[in-house]
C-alpha cells in the first residue's frame, strides 16, 4: 500500500502543475528519499505495472544538475547503485575521460563482497565487458596498488564481518605489517603484502589488528603506513582499517 501511495503522489508530483507541466519538488522528495532502498524498488515496480513507465527515468527527466544525479542514486537498486558508480567514477575528467579513484574507493570499501559481485554482475550485463579488463585499463601503473586492492576486494576469499577474530593471526599480522611499515629509505616496502593482508581480511579483523599494531608499537597503523604508500592507496588501507560507519562519517566531514 506504501508503494502504490508513493508511486501516484510522484506522478502527481510530476504531472501535476499548471496544464501537467512542472514538478512538485517537496512531494518528489517526500516520497522518494524518506524511503529505504527495498521500498524504493517496490515503487519502482509499481510505476511501471500502474503506468508503464520506469520511474527512475521519468524522475531525471523532471530534475536537473545535481538534485537530478541525487535522484537518480537514490532510486539506484544496490548492484545498481555499484554499476552507475563505477560507470561515474570512470568517466569523470573532461569529456568523460580520466578515472576518480576516491569514488572508486569509497564505494569498494563500504560494501561487502556478495554485494560487490552483484554490482560487477550487473555492470557487466550492461556494457557486455569484463570489470577486470576495464579497471586495468582505467586504473593506469600509477594506481595499480589501488588497482590490485579493489579487485582483491571483490575477488577474494573475504569472511563476512560476523566471522570469528582470530587473535593470534592478528598479532601475526600486527607484527608483518611493522616490519614493512619500519623499512628506511633504501629498504624495499612491499605494498602487495600490505594490500594481501588487509584485502583479504574482514572488517572485524582488520580492526583487531589495527588495535594490536597500536597497543604493541605505540603508533596508530594508519599513521605507520603514511608516506610508504601512493595517498590514494593509504586512504583505501586505513578506509578497511575503521567502521565502515566511521569512514562514511570522515568523507562527509571532509
Not at 568517466?91 to 564505494?107: D, P, S, T
Amino acid at each position: 500500500f506504501i508503494a502504490i501511495y508513493d508511486c501516484e503522489t510522484v506522478h502527481e508530483a510530476m504531472n501535476g502543475g499548471f496544464m501537467g507541466l512542472g514538478c512538485n519538488d517537496n512531494k518528489l522528495i517526500a516520497a522518494l528519499c524518506s524511503r529505504t532502498k527495498s521500498q524504493l524498488q517496490k515503487t519502482r515496480k509499481r510505476y511501471r505495472t500502474k503506468y508503464d513507465k520506469d520511474l527512475r527515468e521519468e524522475v531525471m527527466g523532471e530534475t536537473g544538475g545535481s538534485y537530478q544525479r541525487l535522484m537518480y542514486f537514490a532510486l539506484a537498486s544496490r548492484d545498481q547503485y555499484i554499476a552507475d558508480v563505477i560507470d561515474y567514477a570512470c568517466h569523470a575528467g573532461v569529456l568523460e575521460m580520466g578515472c576518480n579513484e576516491k569514488a572508486l574507493l569509497e564505494v569498494f570499501v563500504t560494501r561487502s563482497q556478495s554485494e560487490l559481485q552483484a554490482g560487477k554482475k550487473k555492470w557487466e550485463g550492461r556494457t557486455d565487458k569484463s570489470l577486470v579488463d576495464f579497471l586495468n585499463s582505467e586504473l593506469g601503473s600509477s594506481y595499480r596498488h589501488l588497482n590490485q586492492l579493489l579487485q582483491l576486494l571483490y575477488m577474494g576469499d573475504v569472511n563476512g564481518d560476523k566471522a570469528k577474530v582470530d587473535v593470534a593471526r592478528c598479532q601475526e599480522q600486527a607484527t608483518q605489517l611493522h616490519e614493512e611499515c619500519a623499512k628506511g629509505w633504501f629498504e624495499d616496502f612491499d605494498e602487495s603484502a600490505i594490500i594481501t593482508i588487509l584485502g583479504g581480511n574482514s572488517a572485524r579483523q582488520n580492526q583487531k589488528v589495527a588495535a594490536l599494531y597500536e597497543k604493541t608499537y605505540g603508533s596508530s597503523l594508519g599513521k605507520a603506513l603514511k608516506g610508504q604508500c601512493g595517498p590514494r592507496l593509504h586512504d583505501a588501507l586505513c578506509a578497511l582499517l575503521m567502521p565502515k560507519e566511521e569512514f562514511i562519517a570522515m568523507r562527509l566531514h571532509e
